[in-house]
Every structure is written in structure tokens, then in C-alpha cells.
């Protein structure tokens, strides 16, 4: 097809650099290589029981058609149940918007809110929508940094003197893709003062709050006072139940934002599938203890890699306090992310993304996923230590 066919805005949209990796790990599984897949960010578990048989039962229950395009009542219901009680909110059903997958209601809301040319603050390291779709929709996303060195919170002088009269909205994920953090509650509250003092919407990923170790608790910033009227709440069922191939999500705001959002939604996708809504229901409703194993699984898995990360000379690591990546520092070894990647994944079968991959502030860094059976890491690991070592004795 003739390139010049498509529009403008396609070429601003960069293929995902995660997906390369996955596509070569696959590739060199064809010729008959074991690989350890470290690089996709999905729940290794199964989908609990208790939620499948929600699905069954609804389908036969003739739960076929679409729902209301905000979602069905219920559901929304039970999120805004959940955020109150759970992350100390007050929302009711008018205030969520149930989605297909996060994903749908992330692109959503950055539609809903941006202007061409409006600037909007995004960290860097990123999950790569967040550069990407402010670009495609003609916006300037512009960066604060996240550094290994404060435990990977943002400065928050530096995003004060980011500020311009263009600034729309700030962009948080806590805790966070691709660094493991988790924003402290002092940093909230002076994003909050921030963002009320200049006037700026909050955008705030929390799709990885059920996952954390303990370290640290999850604070919704929309809890804070002054912030609810001004924040979008972003969330959904993929990474604390395992449901990534379900597709459901959901955004919290002001009912007129919701009003609004739904009006895209609407032409977008209509409305979640009927069925998995009846399932995420059941997810928020009859949980007894299953988010909580595979919590306590991933945090075996995650005390386990970073010890033996650090033992190995030449990486490092932080200790990550929430979501399931880790974010391995390569710098000693004096070679790009991409070329360690490439290295490990050819030489020693292990797939992890370069950090490269989700902003220059990444550069120097892998992201390890940890959503990976406890078996597979001892081995990738042990793989991980050959591998350093040969890099070091070719310098
Ligand atoms: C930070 C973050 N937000 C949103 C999503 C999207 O999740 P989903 O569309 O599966 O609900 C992801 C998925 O990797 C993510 O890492």
C-alpha cells in the first residue's frame, strides 16, 4: 500500500519496542530454543476460578447483548463501592466509566483532554502509550525524570520549572511501569499542591495498586483533599486478577468528564463485552484471598531475582515496592540497553526489554518481569550471571 495514503498523524505513532523482543523470543522458540520470557507484562496465573464461572454463568444466562455504554450498573456500582472503601474516595456510579481493557480508557481520556500543542507531563521512564498518544493526538508531551538514585520518585522542583501556560495535565503511574515504584504519600500530596496551584488535571495509572510488597502503601492522589474534582482515576481488572486477555477497565471523574468521555467511548467501542463485565463484577465482589496469593507469589519471586541480581558483579538493582518489573542497571558493563538485550536474548535465551525502550532516562537499564514462574527465574537468573561475566571479560 502506498504509504502517503495514511494519515500524517500514523507516522507519530512508534511501534512498540516490547513486542520486537517478544516477535525474536518467539522466532528463535520456532527453532527449538527454550526461551525465558521476562519481557511481556502479564500475570503468569490463570484467571481465578470464581471469576471464569461468573462468565460461564453469565453467557448462559443469556447475558448476550450490549450493556449501557458507560457500563453495566452494577459494575460500576461495585468500582465505585471499591474506591471508596478500598482508597478512600467518593464516587458514585456516575462517576465511572467501564472500558475495554485500561488501554481504551487511557487513549479516552488523553483524547477527552488534550488540545493540539498543549503540553502535558509525563515520567521517564514511561509506559510508552503515555509519549505515544499525546504525539498522535498532536500534543508535546514533556518529561520529568524518575532516577534510580531517589528511589525512582520525581523531583518535585523539576517538574515545577516544567510548568508553562501550555501545561494541561500531569500523568502519575503508582505504582509504576517500568521501574517498580511506588510514589510516597509525601510526593502525592506535593503533586496535589502542585497541580491545584497551577490548575492542571491529574491523570492517575493505578492498575498495578493491588500489587505491592509492603514496602509501601498505595494513596489514590484523587483521595487528597481538592484533588477528586480534578484527577482521573484509572484502573481495571488485567494485572491484580489476571485478566489481560479479558479486556475491561475503568476511568473514575466528574460525572461531566465521565458525560463526556462516554460520547467517544461510544463510537469507539460501545461498550465492554456483556459478559466480562458479569465477571469483573464477581472479581470485586466475591474475592476471597486469590489477589493475595499471587501478591505473595510475586513477591517470593521478586525477593529472590533482586538478591541474586545484586550478588552477580557488574549489575544492580533497586528493590522494587510494587507492580512485577524489575529495573536492572547495565551501566558498569559500558554497552547500550538494546546490545545487552540482544545479547542476552541471543546468546543465553533471556528476553528483557531495554529500558531504552520507554524513554532516554531509561537507557543503561533493562526491565525485568518477574511475572514468570519462580523455576524460570532461578534459571534466568543463573543465566544472567554467565552472561554478565562474559560481557565483562570481552571489555
Ligand atoms: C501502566 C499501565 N497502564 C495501563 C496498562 C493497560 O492495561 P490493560 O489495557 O490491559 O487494562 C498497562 C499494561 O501493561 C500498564 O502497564
Known amino acids: 500500500m502506498n504509504k502517503d495514503k495514511l494519515a500524517d498523524r500514523m507516522g507519530r505513532l512508534a511501534p512498540s519496542g516490547i513486542r520486537k523482543i517478544n516477535e ?14 521476562f519481557e511481556i507484562g502479564r500475570p503468569d496465573f490463570d484467571t481465578p476460578g470464581y471469576i471464569k464461572k461468573a462468565a460461564v454463568e453469565s453467557i448462559q444466562h443469556g447475558d448476550v447483548f450490549y450493556t449501557s455504554n458507560f457500563g453495566d450498573l452494577e459494575l460500576r456500582r461495585a ?11 467518593h464516587y458514585s456510579f456516575q462517576n465511572i466509566l467501564v472500558s475495554v481493557g485500561l488501554s481504551e480508557g487511557v487513549f479516552d481520556v488523553l483524547c477527552a483532554v488534550l488540545n493540539e500543542s498543549d503540553e502535558i507531563l509525563i515520567s521517564d521512564p514511561v509506559w510508552i502509550n503515555y509519549l505515544n498518544i499525546p504525539k498522535f493526538l498532536g500534543a508535546v508531551p514533556v518529561s520529568y525524570q524518575l532516577k534510580e538514585e531517589n528511589g525512582y520518585q520525581p523531583d518535585l522542583n523539576e517538574i515545577r520549572a516544567k510548568i508553562t501556560d501550555k ?36 491523570i492517575s495509572d493505578e ?44 476511568i473514575a471523574a466528574p460525572e461531566e468528564w465521565i458525560t463526556a468521555i462516554n460520547k467517544l ?36 519471586r521478586r525477593d529472590y531475582a533482586v538478591k541474586a541480581i545484586n550478588e552477580i558483579e557488574g549489575v544492580s538493582c533497586a ?11 547495565v551501566r558498569e558493563l559500558g554497552k547500550s540497553s538494546e546490545f545487552v538485550c540482544e545479547y542476552l536474548l541471543e546468546k543465553y535465551q533471556i528476553a528483557m526489554v531495554p529500558g531504552s525502550v520507554f524513554g532516554a532516562s531509561g537507557e543503561g537499564y533493562l526491565r525485568m518481569s518477574y511475572a514468570s514462574s519462580f523455576e524460570s527465574i532461578v534459571e534466568g537468573c543463573t543465566r544472567l550471571k554467565a552472561a554478565v561475566q562474559e560481557l565483562r571479560d570481552e571489555r
Request: proline fraction near 3%.
Open 319 to 329: 528493590c522494587p515496592e510494587g507492580a512485577f518489573y524489575i529495573f536492572l542497571n
Open 167 to 202: 501545561t494541561k495535565a500531569i500523568i502519575i503511574t503508582t505504582p509504576h511501569n517500568p521501574t517498580g515504584s511506588v510514589l510516597s504519600e509525601e510526593v502525592l500530596r506535593g503533586l496535589a499542591e502542585i497541580a491545584i496551584q497551577h490548575d492542571l488535571l491529574v
Open 207 to 250: 492498575i498495578y495498586e493491588r500489587l505491592v510488597y509492603g514496602e509501601k502503601k498505595h494513596v489514590s492522589i484523587a483521595s487528597l483533599p481538592g484533588m477528586q474534582e480534578r484527577t482521573f482515576t484509572l484502573n481495571g481488572f488485567s494485572k491484580a486478577y489476571s485478566m489481560t486477555g479479558w479486556r475491561v477497565g475503568y
Open 265 to 300: 467511548h461510544q463510537q469507539n467501542t460501545t461498550c465492554a463485552a456483556s459478559f466480562v463485565q458479569k465477571a469483573a463484577l464477581a472479581a470485586l465482589r466475591q474475592e476471597s484471598g486469590e489477589v493475595d496469593r499471587m501478591v505473595a507469589e510475586y513477591r517470593r
Open 24 to 37: 525474536r523470543a518467539l522466532e528463535l522458540e520456532r527453532q527449538g530454543k527454550k526461551v525465558f520470557h
Open 79 to 89: 468500582i465505585a463501592e471499591k474506591l471508596n472503601r478500598d482508597n478512600g474516595c
